[in-house]
């Protein structure tokens, strides 16, 4: 079920007095239509509100009321949510309460790829307010209702947020880099939203002993488990037997796959080796160039397959995808990557399956963590499953 509409500048939530125009909902207390656009006629001074329309789960609306509840009382709060839980559409809720009021809002994340997908939901998600997008070599344009931005570009906003939502703290090149930390904390002037599908220890500690709030959501919005990883020891060519084996069976039932590897040198590598059996694929790295029309094409179902590094272990969904890491037991990967990897696989409500395979040449301490973690987060999906 859809959630009502509550006007985010009078609380308005009475069916007769909300309108509806080009599908949006708006409240006829504070707007009419006038010249073919959405008008103010009380709250002079203020920007218009967010209005925006999308479905949560029961879970989710109770958390995206308790983070405005946060908001309104000055108090942070840490979202630690399952990869494909919906944590985005969770935020809506803040986001579009601070722009209602005309507060400086950001929305931070780590890597640039990440940031240019966030924003296009964004534009679409709130079609009444200028979302703009800054990164590196993006700067043409840096104000608006809601800017969405890499971390590195946080410095140009010093004390200038008063809501800041953030995902993907635990991620590189953010964690643990001292200097985007200053900056993060730098730009905000009023209050945050952290948000993490796997936060260190250290920070839920810090949350939970600063009067600030952790929320947990350990559920996919479509309520179907994380795929448990597989974990399948090989090395030399019998890997390449094995994913050449899988890529041609899921090209049979209509599926597609990312191939995980650690290197951007091994990305090239990898994907001549596979071509010459399973031609219809490609790869990306942080330099391959074109790699954002290469993303893109794939998303559309123009290749069957893509080689990749970590660039897309995070904010990427593709229906019908199957995931596999190669040399899974590498240095590179940990736990938390590792899980986000994973979290690839299955994010889609009409598809809400996939495989993970873990290729490796063995058992790595980082992979035994994840499929516990996998393991421990859908025990709460049979939980609530057994409470229904």
Partial sequence: MGRKFVCPLCGNRDETLIGNYLGVPYCL???????????????????????????LSKEQAELS???????????NTLLYAVCGSGKTEVSY????????LGLNVGFALPRRDVVIELYERLKKAFPFNKIVAVYGGHVH?????????????????QDFFDLLVMDEVDAFPYAGNQVLENDFKESLRGHCLLMSATPSKALV????????????????????????????LLHGKSRYSFIIAKLLSYRKNGNRTFIFVPSVEMSEVVYRILSAFC???????????????IIEDFKNGKYDFLVTTAIL??????KNLNVIVLCASSRIYDAASLVQIAGRAGRKIDAPYGDVYFVSERRSEAIEKAISEIEYCNTFL???SRKD
């Fill in 29 to 55: 207390k504070c707007f009419v239509i006038k010249d073919n656009k959405l008008c103010r006629t009380s709250f002079k001074g203020t920007p218009p509100p967010t209005l925006v329309t999308y479905d």
């Fill in 65 to 75: 009321e308790r983070i405005v509840e946060n908001f309104k009382n000055g108090k």
């Fill in 93 to 100: 809720g803040v986001i579009q309460y601070a722009m209602g």
């Fill in 141 to 157: 344009e840096t104000s608006g209702d809601c800017i969405v931005l890499t971390t590195h570009q946080l410095f140009r906003y």
């Fill in 205 to 232: 500690k810090e949350f939970s002993q600063n009067g600030n709030e952790v929320l947990l959501l350990h559920t996919r919005f479509h309520r179907h488990p994380i795929p448990v990883p597989k974990t399948v």
């Fill in 279 to 293: 031609p219809n694929g490609n790869y990306v790295s942080s330099k391959r160039i074109g790699r954002e029309e």
């Fill in 313 to 318: 272990e995070r904010g990427v969904t593709v």
């Fill in 382 to 384: 049979h939980n609530l």
